[in-house]
Nanobody
Framework: EVQLVQSGGGQVQAGGSLRLSCRAS????????MGWFRRAPGKERERVGC????????RYLNSVKGRFTISLDYAKRTTALQMNNLKPEDTGIYYC????????????WGQGTQVTVSS
């Protein structure tokens, strides 16, 4: 079974930066995708972005475009979410996910990590 272990997160003031990482294990497929979701207090869960092992670029939620960057180290099976110019509305629990491609990237979930942005 696929396992995802997240690291990073924490608290930062608006305009600051944070980096989340996630390492996947327990699979042998050549092709896969990794994504990031978040759940803000009182809001529905939303997909922040996704990157697959065959793509050269990631797909992003409109509200984070230009501020967040998702990267993938294929050999290390590790994805990172670099978050710059953070805003209070980015506060929430962030989850790393894994799937065969970006259409089913929510097949497996990491443990979640809290990101808090203060104004």
């Amino acid at each position: 079974e696929v396992q995802l272990v997240q690291s990073g997160g924490g608290q930062v003031q608006a305009g600051g930066s944070l980096r989340l990482s996630c390492r996947a294990s327990g699979f042998s497929y050549d092709g896969y995708a990794m994504g990031w979701f978040r759940r803000a207090p009182g809001k529905e869960r939303e997909r922040v972005g996704c990157i697959d092992s065959a793509a050269t670029s990631a797909r992003y939620l409109n509200s984070v475009k230009g501020r967040f960057t998702i990267s993938l180290d294929y050999a290390k099976r590790t994805t990172a979410l670099q978050m710059n110019n953070l805003k209070p509305e980015d506060t929430g629990i962030y989850y790393c996910t894994w799937g065969g491609d970006c259409s089913d990237v929510d097949a497996y979930w990491g443990q979640g990590t809290q990101v808090t942005v203060s104004s």
